[in-house]
Antibody, heavy 116, light 110 residues
């Protein structure tokens, strides 16, 4: 059974950098793509980006200039950094496995609030 | 503004059937697989349907998916109170080179 556990700072000030990490347990870290998806309060899902275990990444064009997804295969972990955050980045952030053309296993989510 | 379009809400009585639509374009639904997710309040989304109409292990056959052209549909039969949740559709968009989702549909079981 695949599980993800994620962690990171939940309260940021405008202009700071959001940093989250997701650890993967079970399954095979090297045979899947791994993604980050966020959900602003009361709104729909927004795809942030994805990476494979080689570090080959694809990002949402609307966030590309501020987002970095990195992987640490030795620890079966992947991370998200978003620079220069604003209130518009306030959301629940999920780390998610990609399998069979779908996002199949979701982390528990981390609420990140950006407030002065 | 979401790339995929879903109705904000649908409702039906217990035991009845409901369908939720998801409309897109040739760059997403028209040429890529659609997936569906259910989200109970305060929890992470859960995969319901993948590759247009396939159910993961453990998902009952009350849930079904279909696709025609640039639109997809989630069907739920034998509605239960426990089915009250938000439902999201998702797909890959080849023009954007990005994953895209609908805005979500709130299902109310009256």
């Amino acid at each position: 059974q695949v599980q993800q556990q994620q962690w990171g700072a939940g309260l940021l000030k405008p202009s700071e950098t959001l940093s989250l990490t997701c650890a993967v347990y079970g399954g095979s870290f090297t045979t899947n793509y791994w993604s980050w998806i966020r959900q602003p309060p009361g709104k729909g899902l927004e795809w942030i980006g994805q990476s494979n275990h080689f570090g080959s990444t694809t990002y949402n064009p609307s966030l590309k200039s501020r987002v970095t997804i990195s992987v640490d295969t030795s620890k079966s972990q992947f991370s998200l950094k978003v620079t220069s955050v604003t209130a518009a980045d306030t959301a629940v952030y999920y780390c998610v496995r990609i399998n069979n053309n779908a996002w199949d296993y979701w982390g528990q989510g981390t609420l990140v609030t950006v407030s002065a | 503004q979401s790339v995929l379009t879903q109705p904000p809400s649908v409702s039906a009585a217990p035991g009845q059937k409901v369908t939720i639509s998801c409309s897109g374009s040739t760059s997403n639904i028209g040429n890529n697989y659609v997936s569906w997710y259910v989200q109970l309040p305060g929890t992470a989304p859960k995969l319901l349907i993948y590759e247009d109409n396939r159910r993961p292990s453990g998902i009952p056959d009350r849930f079904s998916g279909s696709k025609s052209g640039t639109s997809a549909t989630l069907g739920i039969t034998g509605l239960q109170i426990g089915d009250e949740a938000d439902y999201h559709c998702g797909a890959w968009d080849s023009s954007l080179s990005a994953g895209v989702f609908g805005g979500g549909t709130k299902l109310t079981v009256l």
